[in-house]
C-alpha cells in the first residue's frame, strides 16, 4: 500500500512538473481557438449585415432606375459603393446604374460607374461586362485607342467573341477595315455555332467588309 502511495506521489509530481512547463502553451491555445471561433462567427454576421445591407440598397436603386429617377439612382449607387463595396450587389448596381445614365447620356458618369467595377469588383464575369461596356461608351465618344485598350486586357473565355466583334467595330470605325475583317473572323470562330442570332450578326459585319 505504502509502496501504491508513493507511485501515485510520483505519478503526480510528474504531472505537476508536466502542467508548470505546458501550462501558458495550452492556455494560450485554447484562448486562441476561442478568439478564432468567436471571430469566425462574428466574421459571419457581419457579412449577413452587409449582405442583408445591401441587397435592400439595391432594392431601391433598382426601383429608381425603372422610376426614372436620376436622383435616387445617383443616391443609392453612391451609398452601395461607399457602404457595401465588397458585396456583388455594389457591381450589379454600377452596371445598372452606368446603363441608366448612359440612356440619359451622362457619359461621364457613366464611364465612372464602369470604371468602379473593373477596379473593385470580384467577379471575373462582371469585370468582363464592364469592359465591353465601358469600351462601346468610348466608342460613341470616338475614343478609339481608349476603347481598343479596354479590350486588349485579359478576359474569359466565354466574352471572346463579344471582345474580338466589338475590336472589330472600333477598328472599322478607325477605318483599318482589314484589321476588322480579321477581328470578326476570329469572333465567328470564337462565337461557335450554339447562338445563330450572334453568328449572323458577325456574318453581316463581315459581308459589309466584303467578306
Same mark, same amino acid.
Given at each position: ?12 509530481a510528474q504531472l505537476k512538473s508536466w ?68 458585396? /456583388?450587389? =455594389?457591381?450589379? #448596381? +454600377?452596371?445598372?446604374? @452606368?446603363? $441608366?445614365?448612359?440612356?440619359?447620356? *451622362?457619359?461621364?458618369? !457613366? &464611364? ?38 479596354? /479590350?486588349? =486586357?485579359?478576359? #474569359? +473565355?466565354?466574352?471572346? @467573341?463579344? $471582345?474580338?466583334?466589338?475590336?472589330? *467595330?472600333?477598328?472599322? !470605325? &478607325? ?37
Amino acid at each position: 500500500m505504502a509502496h501504491l502511495d508513493l507511485e501515485e506521489q510520483e505519478q503526480l509530481a510528474q504531472l505537476k512538473s508536466w502542467w508548470a512547463t505546458y501550462a501558458n502553451a495550452i492556455v494560450t491555445a485554447l484562448l486562441l481557438t476561442a478568439l478564432l471561433l468567436t471571430g469566425w462567427q462574428g466574421w459571419r454576421y457581419w457579412q449577413a449585415q452587409q449582405a442583408g445591407g445591401a441587397s435592400n440598397v439595391y432594392e431601391t436603386l433598382s426601383k429608381a432606375t425603372q422610376g426614372a429617377d436620376a436622383k435616387a439612382v445617383r443616391d443609392s449607387s453612391g451609398e452601395l459603393l461607399e457602404k457595401y463595396p465588397r458585396t /456583388l450587389y =455594389a457591381s450589379m #448596381g +454600377a452596371l445598372i446604374s @452606368a446603363r $441608366f445614365f448612359f440612356d440619359k447620356n *451622362d457619359l461621364k458618369t !457613366a &464611364k465612372a460607374q464602369l470604371q468602379w467595377v473593373i477596379d473593385n469588383t470580384k467577379s471575373d464575369e462582371f469585370r468582363d461586362v464592364a469592359r465591353l461596356r465601358l469600351a462601346n461608351v468610348l466608342l460613341d465618344e470616338k475614343a478609339y485607342d481608349e476603347a481598343l485598350k479596354q /479590350l486588349q =486586357a485579359t478576359h #474569359g +473565355a466565354a466574352f471572346e @467573341a463579344q $471582345f474580338a466583334t466589338l475590336r472589330g *467595330d472600333i477598328l472599322v !470605325a &478607325k477605318g483599318q477595315a482589314a484589321d476588322a475583317r480579321t477581328a470578326y473572323k476570329f469572333a465567328l470562330e470564337k462565337a461557335g455555332t450554339k447562338n445563330r442570332s450572334v453568328q449572323d450578326g458577325i456574318q453581316m459585319r463581315l459581308d459589309a467588309l466584303g467578306g
